[in-house]
């Protein structure tokens, strides 16, 4: 599986954007997708996952309310959508894509596909 994050820029705080991981390569309708992120000089951390039939979603409690995790079987494609944006959401942001089941979705050791990265910058 190939992933192809898009959607990153540079927006003022409170503003708003949405990223998307395409897949191809094959199908991820069987995978749980998350996003991470990793700002200068920090490890990367989690930001939202959902499952493979998209009923399950988890959130890092520093986004929670604030972003949406959502996928599109049709278009092999999930989104994280980015309201209320703030200077220390900026970051490089990463979606993953694995196999394995939900309750693992939160570390980085359980996800084995990876796409590029897409850089939000967040100004205020």
């Known amino acids: 599986v190939q992933l192809q994050a898009s959607g990153g820029g540079l927006v003022q705080a409170g503003g708003s954007l949405r990223l998307s991981c395409a897949a191809s390569g094959r199908t991820f309708s069987n995978y749980r997708v998350g996003w991470f992120r990793q700002a200068p000089e920090k490890e990367r951390e989690f930001v939202a996952a959902i499952s493979w039939s998209g009923r399950n979603t988890a959130y890092a409690d520093s986004v929670k309310g604030r972003f949406t995790i959502s996928r599109d079987m049709a278009k092999n494609t999930v989104y994280l959508q980015m309201n209320n944006l703030k200077p220390e959401d900026t970051a490089v942001y990463y979606c993953?894509?694995?196999?394995?089941?939900?309750?693992?979705?939160?570390?980085?050791?359980?996800?084995?596909?990876w796409g590029q990265g897409t850089l939000v910058t967040v100004s205020s």
């Open positions: 993953a894509a694995d196999s394995g089941s939900w309750g693992r979705e939160r570390a980085t050791r359980e996800y084995l596909y």
